[in-house]
């Protein structure tokens, strides 16, 4: 005899896996950012050496 569904519980695992992956996605696009700002304070400082 099959065991009744837990749909509570089931809800729980899918917010759980869902709360996760867009955690890791937050992590990523940040460190994508820290990345690319240092980059970018460069190029702004030669903006303003070439406008001086």
Do not use: C, H
């Amino acid at each position: 005899m099959a065991r009744p569904p837990n749909y509570d519980q089931e809800r729980k695992e899918r917010d759980r896996q869902k709360a996760a992956k867009k955690a890791e996605k937050l992590a990523a696009k940040v460190a994508a950012r820290e990345r690319s700002k240092p980059e970018g304070e460069t190029e702004t400082e030669s903006e303003t050496e070439t406008t001086k």
